[in-house]
């Protein structure tokens, strides 16, 4: 008889007091993220529509080891965590999917100052965002503007406007003399 793997699971403030971050021992989806603001299109990841079940889930985002909860306003941390960290241990100790299908995604030629732009994002930016639950994509530069994705406890996050002017534009701008400004893609 094979032992299953024991999955520990504990819940993470974040910045956005809407969102709590809840890690896990063992990777859930690594190198990759997905992020939900809705229950709309949740037919490829079957771990976010049984989230989206709860009356209190707002939101979902998943990404390596963590799984950050978007709840509705109305309801308490206090009352939901219990509930939410039992569902992610036992959800990952029956070995469900996470998701079904992947996107394929096609790289074009990139500019020398897009590569750079997106190494800063992937060496500086990336882990403080991931600590608090949430990630940024970077998705385009045209005319010195760059244009970035806020996800999971980022999106609509009080603080992420700050953390994207004060924080992100301005080590681009420092770094990177071609950056005029950063802007994040309306969700």
């Not at 970077?138 to 806020?150: A, I, L, N, R």
Request: with cysteine.
């Amino acid at each position: 008889m094979e032992l299953s793997e024991i999955v520990t699971v504990y819940s993470e403030k974040t910045p956005n007091p809407e969102s709590m971050k809840f890690v896990a021992n063992k990777m859930i989806l690594p190198n990759d993220s997905i992020d939900f603001r809705t229950k709309e299109n949740l037919e490829n990841c079957p771990m976010a529509e049984e989230l989206f079940t709860y009356d209190f889930v707002k939101g979902v985002f998943i990404m390596n080891n963590f799984v950050s909860v978007t709840k509705k306003q109305e309801y308490d941390w206090f009352d939901i965590i219990p509930e939410l960290k039992k569902f992610v241990q036992t959800y990952l100790e029956s070995e469900k999917p996470i998701v079904t299908i992947k996107e394929n995604l096609t790289q074009e030629e990139e500019s020398e100052v897009v590569i750079k732009i997106k190494q800063l994002l992937e060496d500086h930016v990336k882990p403080a965002v991931e600590m608090d639950g949430g990630a940024i994509d970077f998705k385009s530069f045209e005319k010195g503007v760059v244009t970035v994705s806020m996800k999971g406890s980022c999106s609509g996050c009080p603080s992420s406007t700050l953390t994207l002017k004060a924080g992100i534009e301005n080590l681009l701008k420092r770094m990177i003399p071609e950056v005029e400004s950063v802007e994040a893609e309306a969700a």
